[in-house]
């Protein structure tokens, strides 16, 4: 049994940022890398299916992009994935979602796990697509935000709780292999033990290019990529006032505009 | 398929400062040479200055960290670059002589609000931009900056005179003349303000007594240096956020606050039972109020006599229970009444209490309830063996107690030097019962932290050797 992880390391901004003079995105000095919070609760997820089978069950996480996502992989290894994945080629440089999807179906053809498991999104990009183009590429049944599983390894179905608006759940069923993309909150990440992070320091870490994958240059990359980011800015700020005076007088005009908002 | 690898390094124990910063050296890390940079001579400051500096985004990175050393801020402040002045404008670590340095250059104005805001700016800095800077908001920066003194706030006044009446009138620097001023303001708040106010003259509080101002009395009956004279008529005000306020002022005497235990108002009542010099007289009446809250203080002050405190630990309301339990006074014998509490909160306060004693605790420590695990955890007087159970717990809270706990021995703490969570790895960094060789195994922690930390510790170790 075999469970793929798909995780992505996520650029978050850092104060007082500034956009590159191309206007495509922030300048990297400012961006802090850290491996997507929801990955944390897929792999737990695919962690504790591992602990708490009888058989044999492999948990491989998997991501692309270039050298530095290394460390966001050893986070995984530290936390007790067996193997990792990384995958990368100078052509993939400005793939979208969708092709990242493609991509992701590519590596899974090759490693053919029984699940598979992704975050609803990622915290920079936030398209949700990624597990779900996978799972269209693969032709492989799919369920979006899950918050809740009902899985035993080697079981051929799933019984899954979904989040939906409004505070609804909905419990489905589901054919396996499949696709999974794992809602915040529905199990406890843990931390990686010391000693597991020293002894991912030293774990090796499988790379795939587009030729291990079947994958032609025309098929990833910026060229494949169905939308194109035109422009990345700072939209004007609205209005905002400073409530300045002394500390009584402050307190009543917040008391006065809270009365107003409240209709009193 | 290409396979990676990274190999582990090792670096022996440091006895010398030297070869401590020669440790950080060879390690490349930012955050350990953040850490030694204070103490290293010149030479190797120069080496690692070379590793603070080489990178744009690790200069951005460390001078927004709030734990940066003033020294290595310092050094940053040589970086000719808009965006790191921003960041040690705001740093609250940046000290007065680097912020002197700052202002020098500064032509932007909103990198100079900044300094006028920054709380380690010198008066003589604040003087200048109150002498020389024209916009409203940096000057209402000065006049909320503790810093700014008397000639500060003065020249801000003579410069803009309408403008920051609310600010000057609650800053704790401004001078009695200026108050005076102030007081004739047709701003009720100023008024307010200024008869609150330290510094505010005796006359000002004797006109302040007879205006009839809910606001002005409210805060005249918060001044700090209120007179006798005035403190009767306040306290029986018809207006209960008055007598609430002179209730509360620790500056009236607890013979005439206690003329409201009383009061019809539960707020006042409340602010009463909150003092802290009440006798035992007036706790007991306190003690039967109708309002929780009201027990609730009540039962926490150790004058609260035991027969009371017997009473209110079968009171309905846990809070009060909870209180009981807290009091430092409550007997052993109350405790152990206490420890049985349907109310994991009113147990949980037994087991933190410093009378909880070696049998009580170890009964508690049978309970699965985090908070009453965690007092059991961190009290001195809990048996070595059930903390060391208790060392081994799942739970971080539980765990980072036993790390609080002063009793715990060495070897209780050696494991938990690989404690998964890293703010207990950085907790034991500053440890009195590890020795060196046990804390070095931090130096190259995973987290940058727990390796500034341990460096920093080390540091000052042996700088004093």
């Not at chain 1, 936390?79 to 899974?108: C, F, P, Q, T, Y």
């Not at chain 2, 009964?363 to 309830?369: A, G, H, I, T």
Request: aromatic share 4%.
């Amino acid at each position: 049994m075999k469970i793929l992880v798909a995780v992505k390391e996520v650029a978050s901004l850092d104060d007082d940022f500034e956009i590159r003079d191309d206007e495509l995105d922030v300048d990297e000095d400012f961006l802090l890398y850290d491996l997507n919070e929801w990955d944390d609760f897929s792999l737990e997820e695919a962690m504790s299916i591992k602990e708490s089978s009888d058989t044999d069950v492999e948990v491989v996480v998997v991501s692309v992009g270039p050298d530095q996502i290394e460390e966001s992989l050893r986070k995984c290894l530290a936390k007790g994935a067996d193997r990792a994945i990384r995958v990368w080629d100078d052509e993939m440089e400005g793939s979208d979602s969708i092709s990242i999807g493609r991509i992701l179906a590519a590596v899974a053809a090759k490693e053919q796990p029984d699940m598979i498991f992704a975050g609803v999104q990622s915290s920079d990009n936030a398209d949700g697509t990624t597990g779900i183009s996978t799972a269209a590429y693969l032709n492989w049944p799919h369920a979006a935000v899950v918050a809740g599983l009902e899985y035993k390894a080697g079981d051929n179905k799933a019984k899954i709780t979904r989040e939906l608006e409004g505070g609804l759940s909905q419990e489905v069923e589901i054919d396996c292999p499949s696709v999974l993309t794992i809602q915040l909150g529905i199990n406890t990440p843990r931390y990686a033990s010391l000693r597991g992070i020293k002894q991912a320091a030293a774990k090796p870490i499988d790379e795939m290019t587009l030729s291990d994958l079947d994958l032609s240059a025309e098929e990833v990359g910026v060229n494949a990529a169905l939308s194109h980011v035109r422009r990345m800015y700072i939209p004007e700020k609205g209005m905002a006032s400073m409530i300045n005076g002394t500390p009584a007088e402050q307190a009543a005009k917040l008391a006065e505009i809270i009365k107003e908002f409240k209709g009193e | 398929m290409q396979t990676l690898s990274q190999p582990n390094s090792v670096i022996a124990l440091p006895e010398t400062v030297e070869q401590l910063v020669s440790s950080a050296i060879a390690l490349g890390d930012i955050y350990s040479a953040a850490a030694v940079y204070g103490v290293a001579d010149q030479d190797q400051r120069n080496q690692l200055e070379h590793i603070l500096c080489d990178k744009r985004r690790d200069v951005l990175k460390l001078g927004r960290w709030e734990h940066t050393p003033a020294d290595v801020l310092q050094l940053f402040s040589q970086i000719e670059d808009k965006v790191v002045r921003i960041r040690l404008e705001k740093n609250p670590s940046t000290q007065t002589l680097t912020l002197n340095g700052l202002y020098k250059g500064e032509h932007n104005s909103s990198l100079i609000s900044l300094i006028a805001k920054h709380h380690n700016a010198s008066p003589e800095v604040l003087l200048k931009i109150a002498d020389e800077e024209n916009e409203l908001e940096i000057l209402r920066s000065l006049c909320l900056n503790p810093n700014s003194d008397e000639p500060v706030l003065l020249l801000v006044n003579q410069r803009f005179s309408s403008d920051f009446h609310g600010e000057l009138s609650s800053h704790p620097a401004t001078p009695a003349e200026l108050l005076e001023v102030l007081y004739n303001s047709d701003d009720p708040y100023v008024r307010a303000a200024v008869v609150k106010h330290e510094h505010c003259p005796v006359n000002i509080l004797k006109l302040a007594a007879a205006d009839n101002d809910v606001i002005i009395r409210r805060h005249l009956a918060s001044n700090k240096n209120l007179p006798a004279v005035y403190v009767q008529q306040l306290i029986t005000n018809q207006d209960s956020s008055v007598r609430r306020a002179t209730v509360t002022n620790m500056g009236v005497p607890v013979n005439m606050a206690i003329t409201l235990v009383n009061d019809e108002e539960s707020l006042v009542r409340r602010a009463l039972a909150a003092r802290e010099d009440l006798t035992s007289e007036v706790l007991v009446q306190l003690a039967h109020d109708d309002d929780h809250w009201v027990r609730q203080w009540a039962a926490r002050n150790p004058n609260m006599p035991e027969d009371e405190l017997e009473r209110l630990s079968d009171d309905s309301n846990f809070e009060v229970r909870r209180a009981v339990a807290r009091n430092t006074n409550a007997s052993e014998q109350l405790l152990i009444k206490l420890s049985t509490d349907i109310h994991h909160w009113v147990r949980a306060a037994v087991a933190f209490h410093p009378k909880a004693g070696t049998d009580l605790l170890q009964k508690l420590s049978q309970e699965e309830d985090v908070d009453v695990l965690s007092g059991v955890a961190s009290h001195p007087n809990t048996h070595p063996e059930t903390i060391k159970l208790l060392s081994e717990s799942i739970n971080d809270d539980i765990r980072r107690a036993v790390i609080l706990n002063p009793a715990s021995s060495r070897e209780l703490l050696i494991p938990l030097l690989e404690d998964p969570y890293y703010l207990h790895r950085l907790l034991l960094t500053r440890n009195k019962v590890l020795s060196n060789e046990d804390k070095w195994v931090l130096h190259d922690d995973p987290d940058p932290s727990v390796r500034f930390s341990a460096f920093s510790w080390f540091a000052k170790k042996l700088l004093h050797k």
